[in-house]
């Protein structure tokens, strides 16, 4: 079995773990995360929704917040799931933008916080890229750590089921 063969077997995984951050962040705002303490976790402004791994169907993208999550949550009832999206993190008071992507489990790109500014002598700028690097650190612990909890519920032989109906339940409410 080749790589791209694989991938397409197990993009499924990828669809539910966005979908499960976004009900996430509806529905508990976040969650507790070893080292990093409380991580919230919102929505930004683009999602990409498609059809769940072996349905036919278009691809909605949404752009916007208030009208395109109803049209979102309307695409999620028909029984699409969540392609990409752009996901905000909450760490330690600092704000972390992120665009993932279901195919892959990747991120696409990573907007960290403003570092503070060093001055221009070697010794500054070397703390700014050490800065920097802790920040890109937390933002794949916190990432990391919602993944593992996603997983450990999904894969559950109790947690797995009720964590389904939960996900088709808050799926079917009005936005």
Not at 97 to 106: H, I, K, R, T, Y
């Amino acid at each position: 079995m080749d790589l791209n063969e694989l991938l397409n077997q197990k993009i499924f995984l990828g669809q539910e773990f966005l979908t499960w951050l976004w009900h996430l962040s509806e529905t508990e705002g976040g969650a507790e995360m070893p080292e990093l303490n409380w991580v919230e976790v919102s929505l930004g402004e683009r999602m990409v929704l498609g059809p769940a791994m072996g349905d036919e169907g278009a691809r909605i993208t949404v752009s916007g917040h208030e009208a395109s999550v109803a049209e979102a949550r309307e695409a999620l009832r028909q029984g699409k799931l969540v392609e990409s999206l752009r996901l905000g993190l909450e760490i330690h008071g600092e704000e972390y933008w992120l665009n993932l992507d279901a195919a892959e489990l990747g991120i696409k790109s990573l907007k960290l916080p403003s570092a503070a500014r060093m001055g221009e002598d070697p010794e500054g700028l070397e703390g700014l890229v050490l800065e920097r690097v802790a920040m890109m650190e937390s933002a794949l612990k916190a990432l990391e750590g919602l993944f593992k909890r996603f997983l450990a519920q999904r894969l559950d032989s109790n947690e797995g089921p009720e964590l389904r109906k939960a996900l088709a339940a808050w799926a079917a409410e009005e936005a």
